[in-house]
């Protein structure tokens, strides 16, 4: 199985588009209409983000943020900038982690933990039981709560779970976020929603924080990654990404879930956010929903 994520550090060159901008002699600070569709072109064509006119004041406010840490006074200059190949690559990754919405927490939408529980895990314990080798993606993962629950939940499910090569790789846009994830350590009422049995045995508490284990760190791997790209893994038993797919548009959706297909096994699993779903833009899954949790599996002969 070729799982090449790990190639996915150290950060891709931007694709930056190059659009004629005028120097606007307007208030520099208020984002004219033009400035709008060139940031906005410059988001989607970087990250898949579609941002719509209701954003117009969310982007507004945190250009103003980011022109304003690097000392400059319109967002002409600001543009300049990040569309500069040479010195803007980082600012734009600067940008784009200020854009992204990392809500996130641990066992989000139950329905689906426990599907993965009941049913896909004593589905792949049974499938792979010769190559004992289990390989997932959490993508999108903001702070890490997504791929160390899923770690959790291997652990705990798997009967004995030293005997499997387990590896979660758990990828995100957002530097801030993945710096939180690697570090594991998650303030009390973050891991409030764990259970006590599984917090006790998964954290060591420090005053009002907790820190992961490294028993289940070691299950996961967090590389940057931008859904954008291409992600060269194939053979997965599972993805999840939730709540992402929602802040692009059907174009850039259909070619992430073409993506997913292409890394997955035949027969894995793809968890999707409640309010995301494959309806009209793939019949390459199939979708099963139990107990209010629903997963699409890959169509396709089973493997080992
Ligand atoms: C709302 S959070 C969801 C986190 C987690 N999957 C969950 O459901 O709890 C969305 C995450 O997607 C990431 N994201 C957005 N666009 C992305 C892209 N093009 N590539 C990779 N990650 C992206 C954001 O940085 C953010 O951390």
Redesign the pocket.
Known sequence: MNTAIGALSGMPAPSVSRTAIKDYTVDPMILTDDEFRLFSQLIYDE???SLKEAKRDFLQARLQKRAAMNQLSSFYRYYKLVTDRAQGQRELMDLMDSL??????FF?IKPQFDLLANYVIPELKKKKNNSKKLRFW?????KG??AYSIAMSLLQHLELPNAWDIRIVA????LK?LERAQEGLYHEFEVDVVKPRWRERHFTRKNESYQIKPHVQRLVVFDY????HENGMKGLDAI?C???MI?FDEHEQRRLIEKFHASLADGGYLFL?HTESLQGLSDKFQFIYRNKGAVYQKRGPEID
């Open positions: 990250s898949g983000i992204t919405i990392n809500e996130t927490s989000r959490s993508a999108g993962c903001s709560q997504e990828s995100d846009i957002s976020a990654h931008n859904l954008k999840f939730r709540n992402v802040y956010g």
